[in-house]
């Protein structure tokens, strides 16, 4: 089976913009997961969701929202980029997701590492 | 806050030693999950331990587990270069990651 594929890799934007990041999951996983990974916070959950429902979610402000389509791939969206945005994002999935109670393997992207200047 | 927290921060052994790291938690859990991250990348599944064991072994990787501390640890024996990265522990529904402990092993 294919991995977890993040697009795009690496991202450059300026303060106020807004950014779209894209996830592929693994075959037949219905749960995907995003992560914001920065050097001071480690890692941080931002949402979780399991067909095209979002399921759970983080900390985080309004300007990070996403979805996720029939098929499982899933998007996140950051609005009013800042610059403390500036962070590699994972996401992550699974079978069952929080459904498994913790239960399960999270299969991890190789990550979208987004700077905003 | 369900969130791991691992121990130390950062660890530097030599080829060949064991390295040990901790991970605290402070709520009860189900189980808890330990993975490796090498630099910049994603995070690999290492393994899985319920809260009805105590010790799990995966290879050169022993896991610990103290419901009555809320602590696990984390041994890898004879080390090697490629063990490399950040170790992170993980609870409840696998969203709660701690800080990571980042392990360098010099050849």
């Known amino acids: 089976k294919a991995g977890v594929t993040q697009t795009p890799r690496y991202l450059i934007k300026t303060r106020g913009q807004q950014v779209t990041l894209s996830c592929s999951p693994i075959?037949?996983?219905?749960?995907v997961s995003w992560y914001q990974q920065t050097p001071g916070q480690g890692l941080q959950f931002l949402f979780e969701?399991?067909?095209?429902?979002?399921?759970n979610k983080g900390n985080f402000p309004g300007r990070f929202s996403g979805r996720q389509f029939s098929n499982s791939r899933s998007e996140m969206n950051v609005s009013t980029l800042e610059l403390g945005d500036s962070a590699l994002y994972l996401c992550?999935?699974?079978?069952?997701?929080?459904?498994?109670?913790?239960?399960?393997?999270?299969?991890f992207g190789p990550g979208t590492r987004l700077l905003v200047l | 806050s369900q969130q791991g927290e691992e121990d130390p921060q950062a660890l530097s052994i030599q080829e060949g030693e064991n390295a040990t790291m901790n991970c605290s938690y402070k709520?009860?859990?189900?189980?808890l999950q330990w993975y490796r991250q090498n630099s910049g990348r994603g995070l690999v599944h290492l393994i899985l331990?319920?809260?009805?064991?105590r010790e799990k072994h995966s290879g050169r990787l022993r896991v610990t587990l103290d419901t009555s501390k809320k602590s696990s640890s984390l041994l890898i024996t004879a080390s090697r270069a490629a063990d490399t990265a950040s170790y992170f522990c993980a609870t409840g529904n696998q969203f709660y990651f701690g800080t990571g402990t980042s392990l360098t092993v010099i050849p």
């Open positions: 709520t009860s859990i189900n189980n």
């Open positions: 992550a999935s699974s079978t069952m997701g929080s459904l498994a109670g913790g239960q399960e393997t999270q299969y």
């Open positions: 331990i319920r809260s009805n064991e």
């Open positions: 075959s037949g996983h219905r749960s």
């Open positions: 969701y399991f067909s095209e429902t979002q399921r």
